[in-house]
């Protein structure tokens, strides 16, 4: 569960305190921040919401507990790809060059479709009622559509 907020948590957190960067390109007037973060707020903040309810479902006493298996597949997409992913991201979009970060942040983008996918598809493909897999539809396209916008902004 503290791996899912570390990202908007943090994101938040850089945007303050380098607010002043020419980097991030905001603006003294509403809208303040360029339309890729707007992005990346609302599809990241349903990617947490989706993330957060379906933690919700598994703590109820009717519903499936998460066996450690997929717990663990859970904990690598998110500590080894999403966090790390989250540090190149932030690493290109600071660099005078972004292009240097580019085949990093490809390695880790592929690692954590892998590890996403595993997880689905070994653990939850059959398992799954419309409820949960609506809560990892939300987490799973939400941070798809937050990653891509903020690609947008660094590298378009």
Same mark, same amino acid.
């Given at each position: ?11 938040? #957190? ?12 905001? #603006? ?54 999403? =966090? ?22 490809? =390695? ?22 419309? =409820? ?13 559509? #937050?990653?891509? #916008? ?7």
């Amino acid at each position: 569960m503290v791996l899912l907020f570390v990202p908007p948590v943090l994101f938040g #957190a850089l945007l303050l305190a380098f607010r002043g960067s020419d980097h991030l390109k905001l #603006a003294s007037e509403w809208p303040y921040l360029p339309w890729q973060f707007l992005v990346v707020a609302v599809a990241g903040g349903v990617a947490t919401l989706g993330g957060a309810l379906d933690w919700r479902y598994h703590r109820s006493p009717l519903n499936m507990k998460i066996p450690k298996k997929e717990r663990d597949a859970e904990a690598a997409a998110l500590g080894l790809g999403g =966090v790390p992913m989250f540090v190149l991201m932030w690493g290109a979009m600071m660099h005078p060059k972004p292009t240097l970060w580019l085949i990093p942040i490809l =390695v880790v983008l592929i690692y954590t479709v892998v590890a996403i996918s595993y997880d689905e598809f070994v653990f939850h493909i059959k398992r799954c009622g419309r =409820v949960e897999n609506a809560y990892h539809r939300m987490l799973v396209f939400g941070n798809g559509i #937050a990653w891509l #916008a903020w690609f947008h902004f660094i590298f378009c």
